[in-house]
T-cell receptor
Framework: GAGVSQSPSNKVTEKGKDVELRCDPI?????LYWYRQSLGQGLEFLIY????????KSGLPSDRFSAERTGGSVSTLTIQRTQQEDSAVYLC???????????FGPGTRLTVT | KNQVEQSPQSLIILEGKNCTLQ??????????LRWYKQDTGRGPVSLTI?????NTKSNGRYTATLDADTKQSSLHITASQLSDSASYIC????????????FGTGTRLQVTL
């Protein structure tokens, strides 16, 4: 079956612009996660959605970052007023239930110039 | 502070040789430890997941070990192949906190002819 998909695969934007990154999780997976992977760094947790519960936003680095998950499926990560330090690969993962194995998408490489 | 440290940072081996990657962690309370393989430009793919009571688990030519007392894990790759060239990431999950995975920075393995 189809895995986790993300779009776009690459995004180059100018400093100060807003960007939206999209994640389509595996159908039926209730848990969805966003991570950021900077060059030479481990994955950094950003936000976690589980069903209809309030999301865990504890990993969002600033109020410029926000995410939503519509209808319990597709999720969008929005970064407002992008900064150069936002340049990274943004990975989305989904799992059938919390604490189960996570399946990762291919990521979106964001470059802020 | 929860941390996962991996060594070596990078490794080059000849095709057909074996190698062992190390992971030390300070995550507490411990739920499980995962090894992921991440090809360049792709999302991580799960290799093994081990809980507290498991001290070894195999997946083909990959064998992971876990010593929960010393908080150490290793990933042994047997008879390496060119396709094993990738980053190998050790990830530790806290008990009861689905959103709190701590990722190591990975070991970059290159298998050459």
């Amino acid at each position: 079956g189809a895995g986790v998909s993300q779009s776009p695969s690459n995004k180059v934007t100018e400093k100060g612009k807003d960007v939206e990154l999209r994640c389509d999780p595996i159908s039926g997976h209730t848990a969805l996660y966003w991570y950021r992977q900077s060059l030479g760094q481990g994955l950094e947790f950003l936000i976690y959605f589980q069903g209809n519960s309030a999301p865990d936003k504890s990993g969002l680095p600033s109020d410029r970052f926000s995410a939503e998950r519509t209808g319990g499926s597709v999720s969008t990560l929005t970064i407002q007023r992008t900064q150069q330090e936002d340049s990274a690969v943004y990975l989305c993962a989904s799992s059938p239930q919390p604490l189960y194995e996570q399946y990762f998408g291919p990521g979106t490489r964001l470059t802020v110039t | 502070k929860n941390q996962v440290e991996q060594s070596p940072q990078s490794l080059i081996i000849l095709e057909g040789k074996n190698c062992t990657l190390q992971c030390n962690y300070t995550v507490s309370p411990f739920s499980n430890l995962r090894w992921y393989k991440q090809d360049t430009g792709r999302g991580p793919v799960s290799l093994t997941i081990m809980t507290f009571s498991e001290n070894t688990k195999s997946n083909g030519r990959y064998t992971a070990t876990l010593d929960a007392d010393t908080k150490q894990s290793s990933l042994h790759i047997t008879a390496s192949q060119l396709s094993d060239s990738a980053s190998y990431i050790c990830v530790v999950e806290n008990t009861g906190t689905a959103s709190k995975l701590t990722f190591g920075t990975g070991t970059r393995l290159q298998v050459t002819l």
